[in-house]
């Protein structure tokens, strides 16, 4: 969950884990740790037809909840980091 100054297009205030609700570090409008976002819009044929969700989560979070996977997620060394 993200909270900014004034609507989504103020300056980043606060980003809280989804799952565990854990305050993530944010300095000066700048997310300093790893976080997870999803956003996804579903479409015809689902439970949620029309909606929109977005989350976030803790790298911690994001570790548990991959490991429960009955696939494991595809993984690929990174040269540049964001």
Known sequence: MRRYENGQD???ME???NKCGRKLNVVNGYL???C???DTSFGY???RDGMAHHFD???DCYEQWISQFQIPV???EST???
Request: aromatic share 12%; glycine share 4%; with cysteine.
């Open 57 to 59: 989560l803790c790298e």
């Open 45 to 47: 044929f689902s439970h």
């Open 74 to 76: 595809d993984e690929a």
């Open 10 to 12: 103020g300056k980043l």
């Open 36 to 38: 997870f976002t999803a």
């Open 15 to 17: 980003v809280v884990c």
């Open 32 to 34: 300093r740790e790893y």
């Open 80 to 82: 540049e980091l964001l």
